[in-house]
């Protein structure tokens, strides 16, 4: 058989591999998170991370006094962040990875930016927005996959965990049900776009802010067309 023919495993066969290999650590570059025992499950709000971090940039540039001007103003600054460098992030080096998913909307249009998320790491879910130009399928896709994930792959006594990259309360309710079933999550978020019973929810929350400037790319580059950064 052709080695590109073979099939891909899915997040319980990859788990289950990667929890078998006690030597095997995913390598990726330094982060201030963490990493832990057990398998970790990522989940990415592409859409909230993206606007929330135009927010502080506007900030940055002196367009709003702090990140909750921005936000009731409603006021946001040109910014694109290194879907390579939110990866190290949200998968800290030496953490072994069962699935690492980035959930997002058109516009974009085009799939260059979701083709550099999967360069990146990423498995990519993309929706279209609706004629309010609303996201209604993006959360619910999230939780959804969520929990599934936490009942089919998920293993509490292997010391499993969720990272939720998102700061809407409506994830509280999936959140405490896998909870109760002994698995952990670890929110990672902007601090200003972060439901409080969120963050007090989580097992652990960890700030995106300190990380702002590594996350940022270039002026003038998008999350597409910049080359991959050196780790």
Not at 55 to 65: E, K, N, S, T, W
Not at 113 to 136: I, L, P, Q
Not at 159 to 164: P, T
Not at 203 to 222: A, C, Q, Y
Request: one cysteine or more.
């Amino acid at each position: 058989m052709d080695p590109n023919d073979r099939p891909t495993p899915n997040p319980g066969q990859l788990a289950q591999l990667l929890a078998a290999r006690a030597g095997s650590t995913q390598v990726r570059g330094a982060s201030s998170v963490a990493a832990f025992e057990g398998v970790l499950f990522a989940y990415v709000d592409n859409s909230n991370v993206w606007i929330e971090g135009q927010r502080i940039q506007a900030v940055r540039q002196g367009l709003a006094r702090d990140p909750y001007d921005a936000m009731n103003r409603r006021v946001r600054a040109p910014w694109s962040y290194d879907f390579g460098r939110l990866y190290e992030l949200v998968c800290p080096l030496g953490t072994r990875v069962g699935r690492s998913i980035l959930v997002g909307s058109r516009p974009p249009p085009n799939d260059s930016v979701w083709e550099r998320a999967r360069c990146e790491g990423f498995e990519v879910e993309v929706f279209s927005r609706n004629v309010a130009n609303k996201e209604k399928q993006v959360d619910s896709s999230i939780v959804t996959t969520m929990l599934d994930d936490s009942h089919e792959h998920m293993e509490s006594d292997r010391g499993d965990m969720a990272v939720l990259v998102a700061g809407d309360g409506d994830y509280i309710p999936g959140m405490r049900s896998m909870q109760r079933r002994g698995l952990r999550v670890r929110v990672v978020f902007w601090k200003h776009a972060t439901s409080r019973e969120l963050r007090d929810t989580a097992d652990e929350f960890v700030e995106l802010d300190p990380h702002f400037d590594r996350l940022t790319l270039p002026h003038g580059h998008d999350s597409a067309a910049w080359p991959r950064q050196a780790r």
